[in-house]
């Protein structure tokens, strides 16, 4: 592996991997689902996404690998553990980054009048050349795209706030528990991520401090956009209705920049981490010897941009691309606190660990009839797994 990321570079990945398109939309659809009460949907989540993210910040300051999850499982439960969750991770990654890119792609195409298609294919080109460029290249990209997101996203609520109504958050709670609980399902959305960065645990200086301060920020940013676009705007609405209401006009290119941003953001901190994954994986027999070969993930690399470009060909629908995703994402996840709970020493890690496991089944419960994802990519792991 080439470099190492600072404190600084290795925040902007896991910014990046929490951080995404869903951005865009997802205020709009949790008000939608409860009102100015889906403001309490997004401070459970936070909370509830703390354990999760200290959990996998320990697990990469212990035993840090380019494995990421898969190799922690790998020391919890064996080798066979750790072969299905590398692949439930890699599998997930070329479908998780087409769904983003479509996401980013139909603002910016919106805009530019272009072709959504066009859009994706070229933020997905982007975030694989930044790649192979190397992990140091990636990481300064990184940082300038996270810094113009939290600048533009600043904007949207300073512009906006004057134009605040209290009369706006009543009826708080239109629709009851049964909303609030209805907007947590939708955000869960916003709360991946933390996984991938773990794949990078080797490389980024301090992790835990990365992990620290990319929790206080998408805390007091999602909380300052949830309650900025209610207390203006009284309504579901998409982040750019609060950009227009803040700076008029302007407000078109600037959401278009933000689209860019977050979907860059995203897919690059998910390549990175799949790209380090599959030279671990060709190391322990689940992927061919050949993509472990001078221990660079250039191979590994191709082969995410092969499964990616057979991903855009297929007609699957955006919410399918999404909901395939999140199941075998919260099933990386709960393996991954699960070894935590084995592998983490007694006292407050172990603890968090067991707390994260818990949330983390809800979760995965949660994915229903997307669980059959993760359990094919199982049938291709386990022949070629070792105990």
Same mark, same amino acid.
């Given at each position: 592996?080439?470099?190492?990321?600072?404190?600084?570079?290795?925040?902007?990945?896991?910014?990046?991997?929490?951080?995404?398109?869903?951005?865009?939309?997802?205020?709009?659809l949790a008000a939608e689902a409860a009102g100015p009460?889906?403001?309490?949907?997004?401070?459970?989540?936070?909370?509830?996404?703390?354990?999760?993210?200290?959990?996998?910040?320990?697990?990469?300051?212990?035993?840090?690998?380019?494995?990421?999850?898969?190799?922690?499982?790998?020391?919890?439960?064996?080798?066979?553990?750790?072969?299905?969750?590398?692949?439930?991770?890699?599998?997930?990654?070329?479908?998780?980054?087409?769904?983003?890119?479509?996401?980013?792609?139909?603002?910016?195409?919106?805009?530019?009048? !272009?072709?959504?298609?066009?859009?994706?294919?070229?933020?997905?080109?982007?975030?694989?050349?930044?790649?192979?460029?190397?992990?140091? #290249?990636?990481?300064?990209?990184?940082?300038?795209? !996270?810094?113009?997101?939290?600048?533009?996203?600043? #904007?949207?609520?300073?512009?906006?706030?004057?134009?605040?109504?209290?009369?706006?958050?009543?009826?708080?709670?239109?629709?009851?528990?049964?909303?609030?609980?209805?907007?947590?399902?939708?955000?869960?959305?916003?709360?991946?991520?933390?996984?991938?960065?773990?794949?990078?645990?080797?490389?980024?200086?301090?992790?835990?401090?990365?992990?620290? !301060?990319?929790?206080?920020?998408?805390?007091?940013?999602?909380?300052?956009?949830?309650?900025?676009?209610?207390?203006?705007?009284?309504?579901?609405?998409?982040?750019?209705?609060?950009?227009?209401?803040?700076?008029?006009?302007?407000?078109?290119?600037?959401? #278009?920049?933000?689209?860019?941003?977050?979907?860059?953001?995203?897919?690059?901190?998910?390549?990175?981490?799949?790209?380090?994954?599959?030279?671990?994986?060709?190391?322990?027999?689940?992927?061919?010897?050949w993509f472990a070969k001078g221990r660079t993930p250039h191979r590994s690399l191709a082969?995410? /941009? !092969?499964?990616?470009?057979?991903?855009?060909?297929?007609?699957?629908?955006?919410?399918?691309?999404?909901?395939?995703?999140?199941?075998?994402?919260?099933?990386?996840?709960?393996?991954?606190?699960?070894?935590?709970?084995?592998?983490?020493?007694?006292?407050?890690?172990?603890?968090?660990?067991?707390?994260? #496991?818990?949330?983390?089944?809800?979760?995965?419960?949660?994915?229903?009839?997307?669980? /059959?994802?993760?359990?094919?990519?199982?049938?291709?792991?386990?022949?070629?797994?070792?105990?």
């Amino acid at each position: 592996m080439k470099g190492r990321l600072s404190a600084g570079q290795g925040t902007a990945m896991l910014l990046g991997g929490v951080l995404g398109p869903g951005m865009l939309v997802l205020p709009q659809l949790a008000a939608e689902a409860a009102g100015p009460a889906s403001i309490l949907a997004w401070v459970a989540l936070l909370a509830l996404s703390a354990p999760v993210a200290i959990t996998f910040a320990t697990l990469g300051a212990h035993y840090p690998n380019g494995g990421g999850v898969a190799a922690f499982t790998g020391l919890a439960f064996g080798g066979r553990a750790a072969a299905v969750v590398g692949w439930w991770f890699y599998g997930a990654v070329p479908i998780g980054i087409v769904a983003g890119a479509q996401v980013g792609a139909v603002y910016v195409a919106a805009a530019l009048g !272009v072709d959504k298609t066009v859009v994706a294919a070229i933020l997905l080109v982007a975030a694989f050349l930044a790649n192979a460029a190397g992990l140091g #290249t990636s990481g300064r990209l990184q940082v300038a795209m !996270v810094l113009l997101l939290i600048a533009l996203l600043a #904007t949207a609520v300073v512009t906006a706030a004057p134009h605040a109504s209290a009369a706006n958050f009543t009826p708080f709670a239109p629709y009851g528990m049964a909303g609030v609980i209805s907007a947590a399902g939708v955000l869960f959305f916003a709360f991946v991520g933390w996984e991938a960065a773990t794949h990078l645990s080797a490389e980024i200086t301090d992790i835990r401090r990365a992990t620290t !301060v990319t929790l206080i920020v998408i805390s007091v940013l999602y909380l300052s956009v949830s309650i900025t676009s209610i207390a203006v705007l009284g309504r579901a609405a998409p982040l750019s209705a609060l950009l227009a209401t803040g700076i008029g006009a302007a407000a078109g290119p600037i959401i #278009t920049v933000a689209a860019i941003a977050l979907t860059f953001g995203a897919i690059n901190t998910y390549i990175a981490g799949a790209a380090r994954l599959g030279v671990s994986m060709a190391g322990s027999g689940s992927l061919p010897p050949w993509f472990a070969k001078g221990r660079t993930p250039h191979r590994s690399l191709a082969l995410l /941009a !092969v499964l990616t470009a057979v991903i855009m060909l297929l007609p699957a629908d955006l919410d399918t691309l999404m909901r395939a995703t999140s199941a075998c994402l919260a099933a990386v996840t709960t393996a991954g606190v699960a070894a935590a709970v084995r592998i983490l020493p007694p006292g407050r890690p172990r603890n968090t660990a067991i707390a994260a #496991t818990a949330l983390s089944c809800i979760a995965l419960a949660c994915c229903g009839t997307y669980l /059959a994802v993760p359990a094919a990519l199982s049938l291709i792991a386990l022949p070629a797994a070792k105990p």
